[in-house]
């Protein structure tokens, strides 16, 4: 899914276990201009669509936080909980990862008509700038993610987990770094999966797009919308789910393996990150 659209759809990349984000709260307070603003860098909206698109985000950020955010922050403590354990069970880890992946499909299904209403409305020179981008997007992802060596694109993917993690665990020790590896070589091919996977979804929304003067648009582009992944291709479906797995159960040894600064380090990470949610919290 294009950084458009993950904007549009209300994409909160919050209370992950993995997230690096520092002050929940300042993102959060700033949502109303952040959405338009990475909308328009896809679209160049006009004025009359700015302006229909203004009280629609609102909309969706007061549902959001009076009645979103109380689960995040009851779903924060429970993970909290969870990893006070000695080593957690990564089939837990899992299921932690499953309600927040069903956090964000709640945020999909609430904002669809939204954004199918937006993109009914685009003029072709707009679908141009999108679809350029995409491309832009995508030829950008292929140099850096599969152009590279298979082993040079492994050392990376290692290198970027443990940059997304260090904020979180600190400096991981050699057996945790080896974990880290060993995760990395196992996805090999994980790149070219991901970008071949993208391509596909971005064709069906590109050839729903194009008929948005269909009588069933609305109908059709809720779907592709829904189904990010590719919910008919069997194959996609169960790489993603291998692929969560794989991740839950790294995160079990990464932990198993922690000492007790690492340990403590994750608690207030995630006790802050709650803290600054629970302060959002609106009544609606």
């Not at 964000?104 to 993109?119: C, G, K, M, S």
């Amino acid at each position: 899914m294009s950084a458009y659209l993950k904007s549009l759809l209300l994409l909160l990349a919050i209370g992950l276990l993995v997230s690096a984000c520092g002050k929940a709260s300042l993102v959060y307070r700033n949502l109303d201009w952040v959405i338009p603003w990475r909308v328009n860098q896809y679209l160049d909206l006009d004025s009359q669509q700015k302006a229909w698109l203004k009280p629609k985000v609102q909309e969706h950020l007061a549902w959001h936080c009076s009645t979103e955010l109380p689960r995040y922050v009851d779903w924060l403590q429970r993970t909290q909980d969870l990893l006070q354990e000695p080593a957690p069970d990564a089939s837990q880890l899992e299921a932690q990862m499953i309600e927040a992946e069903q956090a964000f499909h709640a945020i999909v299904r609430e904002t669809n008509p939204t954004a199918v209403a937006l993109l009914a409305d685009l003029r072709p020179e707009q679908v141009e700038r999108l679809y350029a981008r995409m491309e832009k997007d995508n030829r950008e992802d292929r140099q850096e993610f599969l152009e590279p060596p298979l082993q040079t694109q492994i050392s990376e993917r290692a290198e970027r987990l443990e940059k997304r993690l260090k904020p979180w665990f600190g400096t991981f020790n050699e057996m945790q770094r080896a974990r880290i590896g060993q995760w990395a070589s196992e996805r090999r091919d994980q790149n070219r999966q991901w970008l071949e996977n993208r391509t596909r979804w971005q064709d069906e929304f590109r050839s729903v797009l194009d008929q948005r003067d269909a009588e069933d648009f609305a109908q059709r582009m809720s779907y592709v919308l829904e189904n990010r992944r590719g919910a008919h291709d069997a194959r996609a479906t169960q790489a993603y789910e291998q692929s969560r797995l794989a991740m839950a159960a790294l995160l079990s040894d990464l932990l198993a393996a922690a000492d007790e600064h690492q340990r403590t380090r994750v608690n207030e990470r995630l006790a802050s990150l709650q803290s600054d949610l629970a302060g959002q919290i609106c009544s609606g």
